[in-house]
């Protein structure tokens, strides 16, 4: 089995900054592409952020030029760093990875973490 966890979550003022951190663990013979969804109430999971293991990297508009994704390999970690913060992004914050389990077998799968609350308030 695989394990996604994230932390980093929190209260934060409107221009505040925050880092989500999330480390997979378990079987992993690969991971491919990792990244960050969230999602407000009322409204459906979008797509943050995106990185592949190679470091190219994909953002939604909204938050372009104050987040930034990273990863450590070795450690099976992606990060978030968001900077600037709005009241606009609170939401739940997932993390997403596409996992490969086995060296034998070479489908990889979609994995998705328990999520982290981010809400930016004054």
């Known amino acids: 089995q695989v394990q996604l966890v994230e932390s980093g979550g929190g209260l934060v003022q409107p221009g505040g900054s925050l880092r989500l951190s999330c480390a997979a663990s378990?079987?992993?013979?690969?991971?491919?592409?990792m990244g960050w969804y969230r999602q407000a109430p009322g409204t459906q999971r979008e797509l943050v952020a995106v990185i592949t293991s190679g470091g190219s990297t994909n953002y939604a508009d909204s938050v372009k030029g104050r987040f930034t994704i990273s990863r450590d390999n070795a450690k099976n970690t992606v990060y978030l760093q968001m900077n600037s913060l709005k009241p606009e992004d609170t939401a739940v914050y997932y993390c997403?990875?596409?996992?490969?389990?086995?060296?034998?077998?070479?489908?990889?799968?979609?994995?998705w973490g328990q999520g982290t609350q981010v809400t930016v308030s004054s």
């Open positions: 997403n990875g596409n996992i490969r389990t086995s060296a034998t077998m070479p489908s990889s799968y979609s994995y």
């Open positions: 378990g079987r992993i013979f690969s991971i491919y592409g």
